[in-house]
């Protein structure tokens, strides 16, 4: 149990363009979600903490007009990066929270979305 | 200073042999602490959860905490080429506080 699907896997497109990604909890109601941003060879950097019906909650130093998060279901969570720019090729991984149950407070993470603009 | 300290790696070693990854603090009040598994372009997968100082043991992998010294390891016995990977610590304030990440550790284990 307790998995987390991301779509898609990977995603190339133009500098300008916005880029939709998707983060479903399969088996399990995710009060809150995560989004992180990994670069190579680094560590995982929280962008933002969304919990379902509320506004997303960014860390320091991540642009919320630029990567708009929404969580309007306890099971989806969409991260659009808008006007992409090649700085903005990362790995994104999202990661998905239960309140209830044996498996909560856990956080289960997503298999990753490879972004690349060109 | 980077609240959690880990390095990076690589580190290579021989089938069979006993591999110690650590980890270094700063923060006291950080309680829960974490060891993930990452596969090159994977999501992380979480190995061990151990809560406040102590050990923990499950099959091949031994987490320990020593909240005195501010330093965690993982352990892992009779290491496999399956074991190669990359090793992320992480550890949080609170249960439901936020994850923070060390630069994780890239293993490999060589047949």
């Known amino acids: 149990g307790a998995v987390v699907s991301q779509h898609p896997s990977w995603v190339i497109c133009k500098s300008g363009t916005s880029v939709k990604i998707e983060c479903r909890s399969l088996?399990?109601?995710?009060?809150?979600m995560f989004w992180y941003r990994q670069f190579p060879k680094q560590s995982l950097m929280l962008m933002a903490t969304?919990?379902?019906?509320?506004?997303?909650?960014?860390e320091q130093g991540v642009e919320k007009d630029k990567f708009l998060i929404n969580h309007a279901s306890l099971t989806l969570s969409t991260l659009t990066v808008t006007s992409a720019h090649p700085e903005d090729s990362s790995f994104y991984i999202c990661?998905?929270?239960?309140?209830?149950?044996?498996?909560?407070?856990?956080?289960?993470f997503g298999p990753g979305t490879r972004l690349t603009v060109l | 200073q980077k609240e959690v300290e880990q390095d990076p790696g690589p580190l290579s070693v021989p089938e069979g042999a006993i591999v110690s990854l650590n980890c270094t603090y700063s923060n006291s009040a950080f309680q829960y602490f974490m060891w993930y598994r990452q596969y090159s372009r994977k999501g992380p997968e979480l190995l061990m959860y151990?809560?406040?100082?102590g050990n923990k043991e499950d099959g091949r992998f031994t987490a320990q905490v020593d909240k005195s010294s501010k330093y965690i390891s993982l352990f892992i016995r009779d290491s496999q080429p399956s074991d190669s990977a990359t090793y992320l610590c992480?550890?949080?304030?609170?249960?439901?506080?936020?994850?923070?990440f060390g630069q994780g550790t890239e293993l490999s284990v060589k047949p």
């Open positions: 151990t809560y406040s100082s």
């Open positions: 990661s998905a929270r239960s309140l209830a149950g044996a498996i909560s407070n856990e956080q289960f």
């Open positions: 088996d399990f109601q995710a009060t809150t």
């Open positions: 969304s919990n379902e019906g509320s506004k997303a909650t960014y």
């Open positions: 992480a550890m949080r304030w609170s249960q439901g506080g936020k994850l923070i």
